[in-house]
C-alpha cells in the first residue's frame, strides 16, 4: 500500500506576454509598459541571448525537459501559482505598469503538463480586470483544471481545491496573496465583487482568521497545503514574520505544507515540526530570458520541487528539486557549472535553517536536514 503522497510543486508560471507570443495565437501584442509597448519584444531579447525561436511552438515546447522529470517521479499532484490572465477580452488595469495575458486557446500548454491546481492568488490574474478574471476562471474550468485563491465572490474566492489520493486521503488547497507582493487592495474578493483572497498582514490576526477559514472545509484525516504569493521578487532574506505566519500555520495544525512564491528565484527551505516550508519556489516559466537583471541572486534558475508527504502524518519524508534554465523560451537542464555556482549560493543562504542540498544525480538534488531539527531554532 502506498504510504506517501508525492507531489510536483512549482512557483510562477507566467505563460503570457512574450510566451503567449510564440504559440500558435497570440493576442494582441500591445504592452503598457514605459520600457515595451509590444510583447513581441520580449521574444526578440530572447532570441538575441540564444538564437531563433521557430513559431508558432506546440504547447508542451515551454516544459521541455521538465515533462519527463515529472513522469518519471509518478507525480500524484501537480500544483503551480499560475501568474497570467488568460483572457482575450476586459481592459488593462490602470496604472499598474506590467499586464500578463495569454489567449484561452493556449491553456492546453498546461494540460499537456497535467497540471492539477493553478492558484490564482496572485498579482497578476486581474491584469486584465474583473473580466479577465472570469473568463480566466471559465477557460480553466472547462479544461478541467482547479483554482484556488480567486473566484466570482469572496465565497467562491474561498474554497479550497479538493483532490482525492489513490490512497483515499483528502487534500485541501487554499490560497492568499499579500499586499507586499503587489496586489492592489481593489483585486480583494468581497461578497459583491470578484477576486482573489487577500492577507493585508502577517499578523497573528490574520494568521487565525487564515485559519478560520481552513477550519470551514478541513475534517478529520483531510491534508491541507497553504499556498501563499508573499514578499518581494528579489533577495534572499526570509522576512521574520514570514517564518512566524508558516510556523504558527503548523504549530495550529491549520496547515501540513506551505507552499510560498513570489520570488524571481528560489529561497530557504525550512523544515518544521517535521512539515515543509517553501518560503519561494522561485519563477518556473517566464519571458525574462533576454532581460539584463542586475539583481541579487539573479542566475536565471528555475526549479520543480518533488515532495513525498506521509500519508499518515503529513511529514515531509523526501523532497527533490530539480534546476532548469530557459533556452528558446523552453526548460532545459542547465550547465553544470552554472548548477554548481546556484547550489552553493543556495545552500549558503540556507543554513540558517540547517537546510542542505546535495547532488543526488546531476540535474536532480535532494535536501537534508539534521534529524530531530530542534524546534525552538530561532529565527535567521
Same mark, same amino acid.
Given at each position: ?6 507531489? *510536483? &510543486? ?23 509598459? /514605459? ?65 500578463? !495575458? ?15 491546481? *493553478? #492558484? %490564482? ?12 478574471? !472570469?473568463?480566466?476562471?471559465?477557460? &480553466? ?23 482525492? $489520493? ?8 487554499? $490560497? ?17 465583487? $470578484?477576486?482573489?483572497? &487577500? ?6 490576526? #490574520? ?24 514578499? #518581494? ?13 508558516? !510556523?504558527? %500555520? ?11 512564491? +513570489? ?39 528555475? $526549479? ?5 508527504? /506521509? ?7 523526501? %523532497? ?9 523560451? !523552453? ?18 543562504? +540556507? /543554513? ?29
Amino acid at each position: 500500500m502506498q504510504t506517501h503522497t508525492t507531489l *510536483c &510543486l512549482a512557483g510562477d508560471v507566467m505563460t503570457g506576454r512574450g510566451i503567449d507570443q510564440i504559440m500558435a495565437h497570440p493576442c494582441s501584442p500591445e504592452l503598457y509598459e /514605459s520600457w515595451v509597448r509590444d510583447a513581441r519584444e520580449y521574444v526578440k531579447l530572447a532570441e538575441k541571448i540564444h538564437g531563433r525561436i521557430p513559431h508558432p511552438v506546440p504547447p508542451e515546447h515551454i516544459w521541455g525537459e521538465a515533462l519527463a522529470a515529472m513522469v518519471r517521479r509518478q507525480v500524484d499532484l501537480r500544483l503551480v501559482n499560475l501568474e497570467t490572465t488568460i483572457t482575450t477580452h476586459g481592459h488593462p488595469w490602470p496604472a499598474k505598469g506590467i499586464h500578463y !495575458r495569454m489567449n484561452p486557446m493556449h491553456v492546453n500548454a498546461l494540460q499537456t503538463a497535467n497540471i492539477d491546481v *493553478c #492558484s %490564482l492568488a496572485n498579482n497578476h490574474v486581474m491584469d486584465w480586470g474583473v473580466d479577465g478574471l !472570469r473568463e480566466t476562471l471559465n477557460v &480553466l474550468h472547462s479544461a478541467g483544471l482547479r483554482t484556488v485563491g480567486a473566484g466570482i465572490d469572496q465565497a467562491s474566492a474561498e474554497i479550497p481545491a479538493e483532490w482525492h $489520493a489513490p490512497t483515499g486521503e483528502r487534500w485541501l488547497i487554499f $490560497a492568499w496573496a499579500t499586499t507586499d507582493s503587489g496586489v492592489p487592495q481593489p483585486w480583494r474578493a468581497t461578497p459583491q465583487q $470578484a477576486g482573489i483572497q &487577500l492577507l493585508d498582514t502577517l499578523s497573528e490576526h #490574520s494568521a487565525l482568521q487564515l485559519a478560520h477559514s481552513v477550519a470551514r472545509y478541513r475534517q478529520a484525516g483531510d491534508r491541507v497545503i497553504v499556498s501563499l504569493h508573499w514578499g #518581494s521578487n528579489w533577495g534572499w532574506d526570509v522576512r521574520a514574520e514570514q517564518q512566524q505566519f508558516a !510556523r504558527w %500555520l503548523i504549530d495550529w495544525d491549520v496547515a501540513d505544507l506551505v507552499h510560498g512564491h +513570489s520570488s524571481h528565484h528560489p529561497r530557504p527551505i525550512e523544515i518544521y515540526q517535521g512539515k515543509l516550508i517553501l518560503y519561494g519556489c522561485g519563477d518556473l516559466i517566464n519571458d525574462y530570458e533576454g532581460i539584463d537583471m542586475h539583481e541579487p541572486g539573479n542566475l536565471g534558475m528555475a $526549479a520543480l520541487f518533488f515532495a513525498n508527504i /506521509s500519508n499518515r502524518t503529513g511529514e515531509l519524508l523526501r %523532497l527533490e528539486m530539480c534546476p532548469w534554465q530557459l533556452k528558446k523560451f !523552453r526548460l532545459v537542464r542547465a550547465d553544470d557549472n552554472y548548477e554548481e555556482a546556484f547550489r552553493t549560493l543556495f545552500n549558503d543562504k +540556507s /543554513s540558517a535553517f540547517k537546510t542542505r542540498m546535495q547532488v543526488q544525480t546531476p540535474g536532480v538534488w535532494t535536501l537534508s536536514w539534521p534529524p530531530g531539527l530542534a524546534d525552538d531554532m530561532s529565527c535567521p
